[in-house]
């Protein structure tokens, strides 16, 4: 990853005065799962009613699209599931992420749609009961085939604190009783060859459209694989540009002498870790505009193979929030997923010991 120089902005910064510390604040994070309300878990976004009364005070038409993309047919994508809040009725106020059949009665997700930090910052997992799985269906109208969960296993190597190691698995009581599909999974050598940049790939799910409205309407957005020291870069850059006024602010108030300030300045992005780890890939567009966003969490990013198959590569995980704190940042290059391949070996881990 190039050094990341934020030279000017600082220059800026410091001889503006300590007025620039408050810029830092009205950036908008990176985070996984979506807005800053929901931050902690999507689940508990969903279940504790505060996605209802959102979708009720903001009553506008979106517009008809996932973040850059089109209604998907009926009958596509049928490996494609969505998890719901256990005891509602199925809607987009109860949907609260996606996932994927990966065999018959195993759904693949995203770790940080099962496991959320409770208000003490103590983590946990959700329990089985308060999960449904819904397949068989590209619509949130009560149709396809609600279906309980008997088990769920996140990576234990996963925290609501980082966004590495996102995967989850979940057991299904029974298979659906609808027509519906499994999708492959790639191996490590496999998975090398999906990720190189330029590499079609197709992410669905039922989360906010452009505007800021969930969508009942399964959706899909066709993007690309993207070099990942390219969106490490590009993410870091953003990143020290907030951080770049509360710096300025502390070597302000400590008197440090401007020289030093730059040392520092390097040294400390020299050390901060790269966003997009080696368990993670990432999809989007260099002209920005097509994404996953909030509720497309744990969904599937597959890639269109010769045979006219399809193997998924990813799972979603994070992106940028918009900055007035309402949806997803609808401009943004592209979103992180979960790289599969790298997990395989868990995957099958888990399933070979709870047949």
Same mark, same amino acid.
Request: net charge negative; proline share 6%; charged share 20%.
């Given at each position: ?32 799962? =979506?807005?800053?309300? %929901? ?5 508990? /976004?969903?279940?504790? !009613?505060?996605?209802? #009364? ?19 047919? %009926? ?9 719901? *809040? ?5 809607? $987009? ?27 003490q ?7 089985? %009961?308060?999960?449904s799985? *819904? ?5 949130? +109208? ?11 296993? #996140? ?6 604190? +980082? ?27 496999? =998975? ?12 669905t =799910? ?12 399964? #959706? ?11 969106c &490490? ?5 953003? #990143? ?17 002498r401007?020289?030093?300030?730059? @040392?520092?300045?390097? %040294? ?11 368990n ?14 909030? =509720? ?16 998924? @590569?990813?799972? *979603?995980?994070? !992106? ?6 309402k !949806?997803?940042?609808? $401009?943004?290059? /592209? ?6 391949s ?11 010991? &709870?047949?």
């Amino acid at each position: 990853m190039k050094a990341v120089s934020l030279k000017p902005v600082l220059l800026a910064l410091l001889a503006a005065g300590t007025a620039g510390a408050a810029l830092a604040q009205d950036a908008a994070p990176f985070h996984k799962g =979506g807005t800053k309300a %929901q931050d902690s878990s999507p689940f508990a /976004f969903a279940a504790s !009613g505060d996605k209802a #009364r959102r979708d009720a005070a903001e009553p506008e038409a979106a517009g008809g699209k996932v973040i850059g993309g089109e209604l998907a047919d %009926q009958g596509e994508w049928p490996w494609q599931v969505a998890l719901t *809040v256990g005891g509602m009725p199925v809607s $987009t106020d109860s949907q609260f992420c996606g996932g994927s059949l990966v065999m018959d009665e195993w759904v693949l997700t995203a770790a940080h749609c099962v496991h959320m930090m409770d208000d003490q910052g103590v983590e946990f997992d959700l329990k089985p %009961q308060e999960i449904s799985i *819904v397949a068989g269906t590209n619509k949130l +109208d009560g149709s396809g085939d609600t279906i309980p969960v008997e088990a769920i296993y #996140r990576h234990p190597s996963y925290t609501s604190t +980082d966004f590495d190691y996102d995967i989850a698995l979940i057991k299904l009581s029974r298979k659906p009783n609808v027509p519906y599909r499994t999708v492959q999974v790639p191996d490590a050598a496999f =998975g090398d060859i999906l990720a190189k940049p330029g590499v079609t790939t197709v992410v669905t =799910g039922w989360g906010l459209q452009n505007g800021g409205r969930p969508s009942a309407d399964l #959706r899909e957005a066709q993007i690309q694989m993207l070099d990942r020291e390219m969106c &490490n870069t590009a993410m870091m850059e953003a #990143r020290a540009e907030e951080a770049a006024a509360g710096f300025s602010y502390a070597v302000q108030v400590l008197s440090v002498r401007e020289d030093d300030a730059y @040392a520092l300045w390097d %040294q400390l992005v020299q050390r901060a870790p790269k966003p997009i780890s080696e368990n993670m890939i990432c999809s989007g567009t260099f002209e920005g505009g097509k994404t996953s966003c909030n =509720g497309d969490s744990g969904g599937p990013l597959v890639v269109p193979l010769e045979d006219g198959s399809y193997i998924q @590569a990813g799972i *979603v995980s994070w !992106g940028l929030s918009a900055s007035s704190g309402k !949806g997803c940042e609808e $401009t943004a290059m /592209f979103s992180a997923y979960t790289n599969i391949s790298r997990f395989v070996p868990w995957l099958n881990e888990v399933i070979a010991a &709870n047949p």
